[in-house]
């Protein structure tokens, strides 16, 4: 089994940053691409950023310019770097990944529990 958890979410202002951090552990052989999502209340979940095995990123047109997203093959962990926050960027963030595992071996996707990430005015 793997598990995902997220951390760093929290209150902030807008124009504000934070970052979240996702580490993965368990049962893991390789980590393939790598995924932030958000869900708004009310409204679907959707993807924000990817960042590949081999670092290629992709991002959202709503967060362009201001989220980063990168990774730690070592640590099996991704980060989401956000600058320059909007109210409309508040959601709960998701992380998401496709795992190859050991025990049992395969490729799977995995969600983690997700962060609270709230941009006040």
């Known amino acids: 089994q793997v598990q995902l958890v997220e951390s760093g979410g929290g209150l902030v202002q807008a124009g504000g940053s934070l970052r979240l951090s996702c580490a993965a552990s368990?049962?893991?052989?390789?980590?393939?691409?790598m995924h932030w999502y958000r869900q708004a209340p009310g409204k679907q979940r959707e993807l924000v950023a990817t960042?590949?095995?081999?670092?290629?990123?992709n991002y959202a047109d709503s967060v362009k310019g201001r989220f980063t997203i990168s990774r730690d093959n070592a640590k099996n962990t991704v980060y989401l770097q956000m600058n320059s926050l909007k109210p409309e960027d508040t959601a709960v963030y998701y992380c998401n990944a496709d795992v190859w595992t050991i025990v049992p071996p395969g490729l799977r996707n995995y969600w983690g529990q997700g962060t609270q990430v709230t941009v006040s005015s």
């Open positions: 368990g049962s893991i052989s390789k980590i393939n691409a």
């Open positions: 960042i590949t095995s081999g670092g290629s990123t």
